[in-house]
C-alpha cells in the first residue's frame, strides 16, 4: 500500500502564477482533505472533496480551487499567487462520507515556494 | 480557531513516559479528541482518539478526564523517533472531516 502520494515535492513558482498541486488517496479511501501549513504553524484546513463535489470549505479565497476524479485522486489549484502562499501544502484521505469519524491518512506534503 | 490548549514545549529523556496534556474545556458531547503527530518535515500522522473512555493502542495511550475537559496523551517508553510536534485536537461534531490543528507541543526526546 503506497499510502497517500503527492506531486510534485517542492515547487517554486513566482507571484502571479497559477499552480496545481496532486494527490493520490490512499487505497480504498474516497474522501480527500487539503491542508495549508505555514512554517511553524499547524495545518490549516482548505477544503474537502467526496464524490468529486467540495463538501466543506475553510476560510480560503476562492483563488484556491479543488477537483476530484472519478478514481477519488484530487487536485488543488491556487490562481494568482502571492507571496503568503508559499507554504507546505498538505493532503489527506480517509474512507467513508463526509459525517464519519475516521481518521485521515496524510501525504508528505507540497513544499510550495512563491518568489 | 483551535478549541484545545497545549504547551508550547515539553522535553522527556529516552525511555521514559512522556505525557503530554491537553486542555479542551468547550469540549461537546459528540466531540472526540484526536490526537496526531508530526515529524519534522512529513505529514501528520495519526495516533489516538477517544470520545470519554480511555484508549490504548500500539503506539500511545489516551487518558480523558471523566468531565471530558481535558485529556494526556502517554507515551510509555519515549524514544528519540518520538522527537515530533503533537497535535490534539477536538473533532467538530457534525462537520465531517476537518480537522482544527492548533499549535501543538513540541516534544523534545533527549537522550
Known amino acids: 500500500d503506497a499510502g497517500v502520494t503527492q506531486s510534485p515535492t517542492h515547487l517554486i513558482k513566482t507571484r502571479g502564477q497559477q499552480v496545481t498541486l496532486r494527490c493520490s488517496p490512499k487505497s480504498g479511501h474516497d474522501t480527500v482533505s487539503w491542508y495549508q501549513q505555514a512554517l511553524g504553524q499547524g495545518p490549516q484546513f482548505i477544503f474537502q472533496y467526496y464524490e468529486e463535489e467540495e463538501r466543506q470549505r475553510g476560510n480560503f479565497p476562492d483563488r484556491f480551487s479543488g477537483h476530484q476524479f472519478p478514481n477519488y485522486s484530487s487536485e488543488l489549484n491556487v490562481n494568482a499567487l502571492l507571496l503568503g502562499d508559499s507554504a507546505l501544502y498538505l493532503c489527506?484521505?480517509?474512507?467513508?462520507?463526509?459525517?464519519?469519524?475516521?481518521?485521515?491518512?496524510f501525504g508528505p506534503g507540497t513544499r510550495l515556494t512563491v518568489l | 480557531d483551535a478549541k484545545t490548549t497545549q504547551p508550547t514545549s515539553m522535553d522527556c529523556a529516552e525511555g521514559r513516559a512522556a505525557n503530554l496534556p491537553c486542555n479542551h474545556s468547550t469540549i461537546s458531547g459528540n466531540e472526540y479528541v484526536y490526537w496526531y503527530r508530526q515529524i519534522h518535515s512529513q505529514g501528520p500522522q495519526y495516533i489516538i482518539h477517544g470520545l470519554k473512555n480511555n484508549e490504548t493502542n500500539e503506539m500511545a495511550s489516551l487518558i480523558i478526564t471523566e468531565d471530558r475537559k481535558s485529556s494526556t496523551l502517554i507515551l510509555p517508553h519515549a524514544t528519540l523517533r518520538d522527537t515530533a510536534v503533537y497535535y490534539c485536537?477536538?473533532?467538530?461534531?457534525?462537520?465531517?472531516?476537518?480537522?482544527?490543528f492548533g499549535q501543538g507541543t513540541e516534544l523534545s526526546v533527549k537522550p
Open positions: 489527506a484521505s480517509s474512507s467513508g462520507q463526509v459525517s464519519s469519524y475516521n481518521e485521515q491518512f
Open positions: 485536537i477536538v473533532r467538530p461534531g457534525g462537520e465531517g472531516g476537518k480537522l482544527i
